[in-house]
């Protein structure tokens, strides 16, 4: 088996394509071109084809913070005109003048087109960092200060933030893997196996990935390898775990070293494939997403699962087995069973009062799930970044002079129905009408295009462009009456920044709607496989909706409620649905499954639960721990979003591991009794078939 792997990894490594072939930044795919978003921008795209990629803009200011003089403006004008000398690369337009100067006369601004094929392209950055080095020697001696906004000066001044935040979770996982399962089983051994066997995977993974790509013409986002990491230490570290914690019972009770693994496969083994299936199931839903990064994201890991699961059940176990004891090498703990152990109190616990646990830790989840009705999401991922940045100072200074909105103009175009030109009285008028609009603070001089049939008015919003104050406004208001000042035989579409995160919030709430009844159809159907139940499954789904309500309760009240933040970030939903609902799902199969062996053996539900939870609770706890505190590294980041995201997908996966599956679930099974195991009766003993108790016995 081992040998077999080994030839076949080497085969699939060295024929398989790079990630990298069918990595995708194109963000046209992201909404579906029914958006009326999509249809300006690709509008937009065609009629001014000599618009920028991005832009940067430089916002100048006298460094005594009084007002710009007539000499200052004719200094900025210079500005512009010696950066333009240069033919910094990427860089064109440097458009400014008196429309540029603030009403306050506090600031005036230049415009620098960013050209690149992407928007993320890294000559962009580079034209950003060269503009900065060129601006100090040409205001110096002048009054004149200055510094540069906009989304790619923001990632700029936040790079380093960024990539030292992911660095520090690379490094904290593999710390917490090694470290407690070094705890647990005092071996270096054990320690190092998820580690190895997850790199062997993610290698494994990446070329089937991008070999399904190519085959079926996907392309992915640039996010799929880093989610692919974490993924995949996540599930892979539980499956180990629950190989090797079943395996060490198995040794403890007088089995053989290959006695044992053929035992604990024949347990864990179909554990391990419900618990791979509903995840695999949980991804592929994600094709139902209308949002096109999530629809890439679920097959990718639906294959990274369906490896590591093959992985599970065979290299894994052939490994163990052939090292038997060894691989809890130096530690001589695996012999002896503990007594008194914390998850043998509190399987007692459980058993003898499986009433108040269910109803304490039910209450708990309800309580905590109640924050969903305070549930704003935020999509002002600059607001989240350090303020003492250039970037944020500048956009910070901008927004004083001008409206709210100037960061990101709202883009209106106006076009004839049948393709015949606009008139300038058609164009005049729209732009009046327009400029009168709910939530309009300023609107700029209607532009027209190559395209005789096209015009461009951007209008500059009041609130921030990126507040839920002004998605709403763009949604609601403002595009019903752009809509009604388009002249007969015109139509009008709004485009830009605010327009884009209306439409992706109605598309992330669709597609909510539409994944998680079923997902958890789906999961209910493979719980009902593996447990010849009904009864079963349909509170263990209760059980990971209410987990996932609770979850995000959790993170409106901490971040909502006690900081104050606007909301929590627009992504946060679908971020739990891939790390709480389906991951977590793993620790409830696994409790089920060691709660219906328990009562096969012949014990009474609440015995059943009590023994279930001394067994299994401690896999479901260290498996939860690492994952936790992976995430939970993410706290120490200086970045808003990233801090929410690491506080709630741990909070998901402590209330998952501990309170979901060790006190709620086998506490309401307890309850339920027998009639959990309707109509399959899968709490019987077996009567029949070689794998009846008897394979259980010392060899």
Known sequence: MIAGWVVAAAAIIATTPSLSDITSADQESFLPRSYESVQATELGQKAFPQQATATAIIVVKRADGQKLTPADEAKVGQLAQALKAKNIPHTSGYLTGPPAVAPDKSVQIINVGLDAPTPDDPALLDAVRDLRADIGPELANSGLTAGVAGDVASFVDNEDTFNSAF???GIATIILIIGLILLIFRSPIAALLPVVVVGVVLSITTGLVAAAGKAFDLSVSQDLQTILLIVLFGIGTDYILFLLFRYRERLRAGDDKRTAMIVTVQRVGEVITSAAGAVIVA???????????????????AIAVGVML???LTLVPAVVSLLGRYVFW???????????????RLGTAVGRRPALVAAASGVLL??????????????????????????????????RGFAAGALAPTEVYLTTSNGSPLTEQQVSEFAAAVAKAPGVGQAQPPERSTDPSVARVNLLLNENPVSNEAINLVREDLRGAVHASAPPGTRALVGGTT??????NSANNRDLSVILPVAAGLIALILALLLRSLVAPIYLVIAVLLNFAATLGATVYLFQGLQGEPG??????????????????????????????????GNEPRKAAAIGVEHAGPTVAAAGLILAGTFAVLLLAPISFLQQMGFAVAIGIVLSAFVMSMFFVPALTALIGHKAWWPGHGDERPTSGRHARAVDQPV
């Open 330 to 344: 130096p530690s001589k703990a695996w012999q002896r069973t503990p007594k008194a152990t914390i998850s043998h």
């Open 366 to 399: 309800v309580a905590l799930a109640a924050g969903v009705l305070g549930y704003k999401a935020d999509y002002d991922f600059s607001a989240g970044f350090p303020q003492d940045t250039e970037s944020a100072k500048a956009a910070q200074d901008l927004q």
């Open 499 to 504: 327009a884009i995160f209306a439409d992706i």
């Open 568 to 601: 929590v970030t627009f992504q946060l939903p679908i971020i739990l649905y891939l790390f709480v609902v389906a991951i977590g799902t793993d620790y409830n199969i696994l409790m089920i499954a060691r709660l219906r062996e328990e009562a096969r053996e």
């Open 167 to 169: 660095a520090v979770v």
């Open 283 to 301: 991804f592929l839903v994600l094709l139902l997403a209308s949002l096109g990064f999530f629809g890439s994201l679920g097959p990718a890991l």
């Open 310 to 312: 093959v992985t599970s």
